[in-house]
């Protein structure tokens, strides 16, 4: 019996063990994943697979790019890790999409950086160019070939014609706490027989979103889930009663929610 409970103990470690490794899934990505260029300028992405610790032997996939503002000039394979090609690197710029498809013998490869190929692009007119990929397969070195593949991260690259200012790098802190103002009710400890109060606020380039809440609570969050679609800069209230108010508003950028502004407001008929 001792022994039988060994057998099992061992076999369960390495059923689990294998779980482990196997729950670690493979992923494409692109490097550098944004940049600002000029109409006529020429620059390089390279496509990545990072494979979590799983070795692979194969993958394929294809590269979608708008074909309005880039094209394809050449793909380099030379520092690939893959040295067979079932299906050479190949682009049409007419379609707006690269499809790849390599491998390699066993062990295959295991990391995060494995290169793929580097694509070369031709800015030819101003917009914001996504890449994006499609039909992807990553395979494990594997008996089996079986399919890691889990996500993929592409990128976005302005592109702005010569002579204009490329955007802003992005915000690399939360957004400051509003000012808010009122037209109707400018003072807060002053009392106003206007009982249909107006807030107004500005937003900076880098504001994604906004949350605001009027109530009779000195302080108050209104809460970090998006509750309004778009962006404005004003904000009406109608026959609001009798009493002391307060209207909290805070923003959102890329990094995460700023701090709430809570401006009061007094209201006798």
Not at 71 to 77: D, E, G, Q, Y
Not at 102 to 124: D, H, N
């Amino acid at each position: 019996m001792k022994k039988i409970s060994l057998i099992l103990i061992i076999f369960a470690v390495f059923v689990l063990a294998a779980s482990a490794a196997w729950a670690q899934e493979a992923s494409f990505y692109l490097s550098p994943s944004h940049g600002n260029y000029k109409v006529g300028e020429t620059f390089s992405v390279n496509v990545f697979i990072n494979s979590e610790g799983i070795p692979i032997n194969a993958a394929q996939g294809m590269v979608y790019f708008p074909k309005n503002l880039l094209n394809v000039t050449s793909i380099l394979k030379s520092d690939s890790i893959f040295s067979l090609w079932f299906q050479e690197p190949a682009w049409s710029n007419s379609t707006g999409r690269v499809s790849f498809g390599g491998g390699l013998p066993s062990p295959g490869f295991q990391g995060r950086g494995g290169k793929v190929m580097t694509i070369k692009f031709k800015a030819v007119s101003a917009g914001q160019a996504r890449i994006s990929f499609s039909d992807e397969a990553i395979l494990a070195n594997d008996a089996k070939g079986t399919n890691v593949f889990s996500f993929s991260q592409g990128g976005n690259y302005s592109i702005t014609a010569p002579g204009v200012a490329p955007p802003r790098p992005p915000s690399k802190r939360v957004p400051i706490a509003p000012e808010v103002y009122s037209p109707t009710h400018p003072e807060p400890e002053k009392w106003y027989s206007n009982n249909n109060p107006q807030f107004k606020w500005k937003l900076s380039s880098d504001i994604t979103g906004l949350n605001l809440a009027f109530n009779q609570k000195s302080i108050f969050d209104p809460g970090n889930i998006l509750r309004f679609q778009g962006l404005f800069t004003s904000k009406d209230f109608e026959e609001i009663e009798d009493g002391i108010w307060y209207f909290h508003l805070k923003f959102k950028n890329e990094i995460g929610w700023g701090k709430t502004t809570h401006f009061k407001i007094q209201i006798d008929t």
